[in-house]
């Protein structure tokens, strides 16, 4: 297997070297050069495996020969043993057609866990025996920082700077990032948003005379192997509910385009994929994108569910690619377009090759308390506000296709926001302990390439 840039002109690599570069070279995000395909009878053994056996069997094919399906199920089974529950990725009934995934039972209660517990093994295999230190430099919205922390923190060879915007996260998510005490994590609170930190860490990867000081690396959804291992759920709930004997729709709260992007990838495997449903909030440049072709970049509004206040999805480049005929060149050009005036038309090609399998829909405040309260009141469920985003777009797309809401954090973690449209606050699992009694370590920086890199440079080791 060996994998390709979107724009067009980087190397290709092997599973490895793509896990360990994250960004390519040319500014591009790596996909596989072709879509390795399940058969029907494949998918269907998938009915009575394990989450680690299904694991192995949908994530061999882009592992290729860089270890053996022995290897990769070793990892797996360190990985997915510190989730809570021995599903890992539980389905829970919501009525006779919605279903909820249940994706939080991980060690930092969000969706993150699954494809990062799994990376920060695969960073540590990659890297044992080699003189290689590795800077992981990343962007979060809320959960992707402190489940990346979580996955490396200690790890020898390794060194993590995670940007969050400072004041734009919730309590909980911060302080799981900025109370890991490992010398090897440093925490960044920018003063901006989510857009500022993500275009600060594509700027220090494209910079040639900073990415040639350090080995850098990436846990944002911009890394393959990240996005690899969230297309393993999708086919895990699928078969629980009769694939491949019927299909099953999906509603997914996104901002970074990432984990729906994996529903993607699944459905090119050979899932079949009725739907998938790209669940946003009020920055709804993707809704708009896939509904009018409309990708333009608009002021972030601040919202309760901050890992979707984002206004430049950096994944949805991969779908464009694979849309557009996987013209590399055609596409670096769009996106230059885009980087220079923060708007463009999709092309023909790519709206209606997305609307074959995508419907979007943006959802407010009001609709997202209203299923928030529909959950707890009909279904017992505590909802935290993404997923509940994702719910109350699928409840508009009901009908007799199984349907399966993403959820996608803990209520806990957005304890104020449940408990406003609920009247209940949920609580912090016990394996969380004493959160909100560990010393807060961070620094505050502008939002400017100069601040960052040069704190990131003065910490770092160079190659």
Same mark, same amino acid.
């Given at each position: ?5 979107? !724009?067009?002109? +980087? ?48 994530? &061999? ?12 199920? #070793? ?17 829970? /009934? ?15 209660? &969000? ?35 402190? &489940?990346?922390?979580? +996955?490396?923190?200690?790890?020898? @060879? ?12 919730? $309590?909980? /998510? ?14 960044? *609170? ?7 930190? /993500? ?13 040639? =000081?350090?080995?850098?690396? *990436? ?5 393959? #192997?990240?996005?690899? #291992? ?28 990432? $984990?729906?992007?994996? @529903? ?37 509004? /601040? ?14 480049? !991969? ?8 013209? @590399? ?32 829909? =943006?959802?407010?405040? $009001? ?30 797309? #009901? ?7 993403? +959820? ?12 406003? *449209? ?39 080791? &160079?190659?």
């Amino acid at each position: 297997m060996r994998y390709v840039s979107t !724009r067009g002109t +980087a190397a290709a690599l092997d599973f490895r070297e793509v896990t360990l570069a994250g960004l390519a070279s040319d500014g591009g995000l790596y996909v596989p050069e072709a879509w390795p395909t399940l058969t029907r009878d494949e998918i269907a053994a998938m009915a009575g495996m394990s989450y680690v056996d299904t694991a192995v069997t949908v994530m &061999a094919p882009f592992v290729g020969e860089t270890m053996t399906r022995d290897e990769l199920r #070793a990892l797996c089974e360190q990985a997915y043993g510190r989730f809570s529950h021995a599903a890992v990725t539980p389905l829970l /009934q919501l009525d006779h057609d919605q279903w909820l995934l249940e994706l939080f039972h991980g060690p930092t209660l &969000a969706f993150k866990d699954v494809a990062l517990q799994l990376l920060g093994l695969l960073f540590e295999r990659f890297l044992t025996g080699s003189s290689d230190h590795l800077t992981i430099v990343g962007a979060t919205s809320g959960d992707t920082g402190s &489940a990346a922390i979580d +996955a490396v923190a200690g790890r020898a @060879g390794i060194d993590i700077f995670m940007l969050h915007p400072e004041g734009r996260v919730s $309590d909980v /998510q911060r302080r799981q990032m900025t109370t890991v005490g490992a010398p090897n994590v440093h925490n960044i *609170a920018i003063r901006g948003d989510f857009d500022q930190a /993500q275009a600060l860490v594509k700027a220090m990867f494209n910079d040639p005379a900073f990415a040639g =000081r350090f080995r850098l690396s *990436a846990v944002n959804s911009i890394n393959w #192997a990240r996005l690899m #291992a969230q297309v393993v759920y999708y086919f895990y709930a699928a078969v629980r509910l009769g694939a491949p004997d019927r299909a099953i729709a999906f509603s997914v709260p996104t901002g970074n385009f990432g $984990d729906v992007f994996a @529903g993607y990838v699944a459905a090119k495997m050979g899932l079949p994929v009725a739907k998938l449903i790209v669940a946003t909030n009020v920055n709804d440049i993707l809704a708009r994108a896939l509904n009018s072709g409309d990708y333009s970049s608009r002021q972030v509004v /601040q919202t309760p569910t901050p890992s979707m206040d984002i206004q430049v999805s950096s994944n949805f480049e !991969r779908l464009l690619f694979d849309l557009g005929h996987r013209d @590399g060149l055609a596409l670096a050009e769009q996106m230059r377009g885009f980087e220079g005036s923060r708007a463009m038309r999709l092309t023909n090609a790519q709206s209606e090759g997305a609307a074959a399998l995508f419907a979007a829909e =943006r959802v407010d405040l $009001d609709d997202m308390a209203l299923a928030m309260r529909w959950a707890h009141e009909h279904a017992c469920q505590m909802l935290d506000p993404h997923t509940a985003i994702a719910l109350a777009a699928a409840q508009r797309h #009901a009908g007799k296709t199984p349907m399966v809401t993403l +959820a996608t954090a803990h209520p806990a973690k957005f304890g104020d926001a449940v408990e406003r *449209a609920t009247g209940t606050r949920p609580s912090l699992p016990s394996r969380v302990g004493d959160l909100f009694e560990r010393e807060e370590r961070y620094d505050v920086l502008d939002a400017s390439y100069a601040a960052v890199s040069a704190y990131i440079a003065e910490r770092a080791v &160079a190659r």
